[in-house]
């Protein structure tokens, strides 16, 4: 089955003759890098543009009573957002495109590409000083409510089209409002603080307003889309990351607190009909990108307003990519991570040798002597990454390439009965079969890298057995624990952000 995925794609070089201490000083390196988070600040040019930083990825089959036949997709950005951030907040790049991608054929070419693109309007709320007209500093200027944003002195809008065929040059159509027609859509204020918005329970009502039924061209059925400020909903452990690894691999699966509990991301939700999302299968595979124009040219002296601090131009080049959970993150070489982010599933065979010779077990066997698995190439890697497990998540058609794949036919499992470590775990409804928010991604992925697979003695799929992962069965993990709890029972899913002030 290798030869057959890999026939004809090019390797990169591995990285041999590394001793031990070299392994170990690289692992607390690798770790630190990639422990940000799903996707957080994980590429040297992405770390510098926050506003355009994906950081993680979500797409599963909504498990909100009722809406059997819906997928949800979540897109979410900027990352490490303190609650606090002000006076600016966090607006998403006016002077940018974001993406989130399906290819529902199997060739690793996006067919469907939903595209958001925003506008940050000033209105300019002014007071009388001294007889003098002066603009205020601050976003809003008194208190915001549902259905009250007098005091709302910057609104954020934005707009959405379905691409049909390539994102660039194929057929775009707008999504509307169903209640009016409209194509423009209002993005929530962030959650400056209870004062300006009453309590917490006050936002979550005033950000409610801001879920909208849509209308999607050539689809049936109305979907739905949210795009605001969230809690992040990643977990992980990173402190004990920078104290040279101060974790336990093997102990309890909650002894670590979240250290992203105090952070906010913003989040670009969509829920839609899966009959609109597959074409004659029903796997598909999603990933969401952000570009910027090629060039941009600084504007010291910019006129009074927003957004006239530059001035784009040229053709958009892709700067942050993000499909399957940590691979940019613990798969992907230092000095190969701008590119991945620059890179489309297509091309992914430039990267195959950090899935088939993985430095990740490797730095886990130096660091915790836990015995890394010895069969390459990694097939079982390839299956979970690149091609999809045979009867549960891969396409008819394969294309070896790194993205999230979903079967739409799997039945949701809905809240309470989700299993946190997914397919691992005794549920078909988790990841890697797509990633719902209460899927522990980081445990999982610690047993896979670990040859969880080759425990399941199907060497026919996955290249491997038992005897060739001797620790593929230990309950690897970060001790940061989350499972579906942490999360609503309906979409947009993603809980209510953190308040700057209370």
């Not at 355009?52 to 979540?74: A, K």
């Not at 974790?247 to 699966?253: A, D, E, I, R, S």
Request: aromatic share 8%; charged share 15%.
């Amino acid at each position: 089955m290798y030869r057959a995925i890999t026939k004809g794609l090019p390797r990169r070089p591995g990285v041999g003759g590394t001793s031990r201490t070299a392994l170990a000083a690289a692992a607390l390196a690798l770790f630190a890098a990639g422990a940000q988070a799903s996707s957080h600040r994980e590429a040297p040019f992405i770390a510098g543009q926050p506003k355009v930083d994906g950081t993680d990825f979500y797409m599963f089959n909504s498990y909100e009573p009722g809406r059997q036949g819906y997928v949800t997709l979540v897109a979410d950005y900027i990352p490490l957002q303190d609650a606090y951030g002000g006076p600016n907040y966090f607006k998403l790049d006016a002077n940018a495109l974001y993406e989130i991608h399906i290819d529902n054929v199997g060739d690793a070419r996006e067919h469907l590409t939903f595209q958001f693109r925003f506008q940050n309007t000033l209105k300019d709320i002014a007071l009388n000083v001294g007889g003098k007209s002066v603009a205020i500093p601050l976003v809003q200027s008194g208190g915001i409510s549902a259905g009250n944003t007098a005091n709302q002195n910057v609104a954020e809008t934005y707009t959405v089209d379905l691409v049909r065929g390539d994102r660039r040059s194929g057929q775009h159509s707008p999504i509307t409002n169903a209640a009016n027609g409209a194509s423009v859509f209002t993005k929530p204020t962030d959650f400056i603080g209870t004062k300006t918005f009453g309590s917490v329970t006050g936002y979550a009502a005033y950000a409610a307003q801001y879920v909208y039924n849509i209308n999607i061209p050539g689809c049936n059925g109305t979907g739905r889309m949210f795009v605001g400020q969230r809690k992040d909903p990643f977990v992980v452990a990173l402190g004990q990351v920078f104290d040279l690894v101060n974790l336990n691999p093997l102990g309890p699966n909650n002894a670590n607190a979240d250290v992203l509990a105090d952070k906010n991301v913003t989040a670009l939700e969509l829920e839609v009909p899966a009959s609109c999302l597959v074409a004659g299968d029903p796997v598909i595979g999603a990933w969401t990108t952000a570009s910027m124009r090629q060039a941009r040219v600084l504007v010291p002296e910019a006129v009074h307003g927003l957004e006239h601090s530059e001035k784009p131009g040229g053709a958009w080049s892709q700067v942050s990519r993000l499909g399957m959970p940590l691979v940019n993150e613990v798969v992907i070489g230092i000095g190969d991570k701008d590119s991945f982010n620059a890179s489309q599933p297509k091309d992914d065979a430039q990267f195959l040798t950090y899935v088939t010779n993985p430095t990740l077990p490797a730095l886990i066997q130096a660091l915790f002597n836990a015995p890394a698995p010895t069969k390459f190439p990694r097939q079982d890697l390839i299956v979970a990454f690149l091609t999809g497990v045979p009867g549960l998540n891969q396409q008819k058609t394969v294309t070896p390439s790194e993205m999230l794949r979903l079967n739409t036919a799997t039945p949701a499992v809905p809240k309470g009965m989700q299993k946190n470590l997914g397919v691992i775990g005794g549920d078909a409804a988790g990841f890697p079969n797509g990633r719902r928010p209460g899927d522990d991604v980081v445990d999982i992925s610690l047993r896979v890298a670990m040859g969880v697979l080759c425990t399941l003695n199907q060497p026919s799929v996955f290249g491997c057995s038992a005897a060739d992962a001797a620790a593929g069965s230990a309950a690897l993990t970060d001790g940061a624990y989350v499972d579906d709890s942490h999360f609503d029972a309906a979409f947009p899913y993603l809980i209510t952000p953190l308040p700057g002030s209370m």
